[in-house]
């Protein structure tokens, strides 16, 4: 079992940035690929980056955040984070961190296991 708790959320203008916190409880937080994924209102859960499991330096990202966003892991502080520049009024969502069974990281939200509870990016024009 992992417990996820996101922060880091709020209201920003468009080309502003931020940064979103994951921290982890419970089992060996390197032990799960992790998963940054938002859901804007009407709209499906969507993938945002995601992480492979313990030392690994791969990390995946979806087409329409390349380039913009940065995810990364912070092993002994069992934190990951995603790191949001140049951001865009369609960025408006909950976003949520996710943690999977398994070495390499998914892109659907069933591939994961636990979900943090979200926080709400709001970009404005």
């Known amino acids: 079992q992992v417990q996820l708790v996101e922060s880091g959320g709020g209201l920003v203008q468009a080309g502003g940035s931020l940064r979103l916190s994951c921290a982890a409880s419970?089992?060996?937080?390197?032990?799960?690929?992790m998963g940054w994924f938002r859901q804007a209102p009407g709209k499906e859960r969507e993938f945002v980056a995601a992480?492979?499991?313990?030392?690994?330096?791969?990390?995946y990202y979806a087409d329409s955040v390349k380039g913009r966003v940065t995810m990364s892991r912070d092993n002994a502080k069992n934190t990951v984070y995603l790191q949001m520049t140049s951001l865009k009024p369609e960025d408006t969502a909950v976003y949520y961190c996710?943690?999977?069974?398994?070495?390499?990281?998914?892109?659907?939200?069933?591939?994961?296991?636990?979900w943090g509870q979200g926080t709400q990016v709001t970009v404005s024009s």
């Open positions: 992480a492979n499991w313990r030392g690994s330096r791969t990390y």
């Open positions: 419970g089992r060996t937080f390197s032990s799960y690929a």
């Open positions: 996710a943690a999977s069974n398994t070495i390499t990281a998914g892109h659907r939200p069933y591939e994961y296991d636990y």
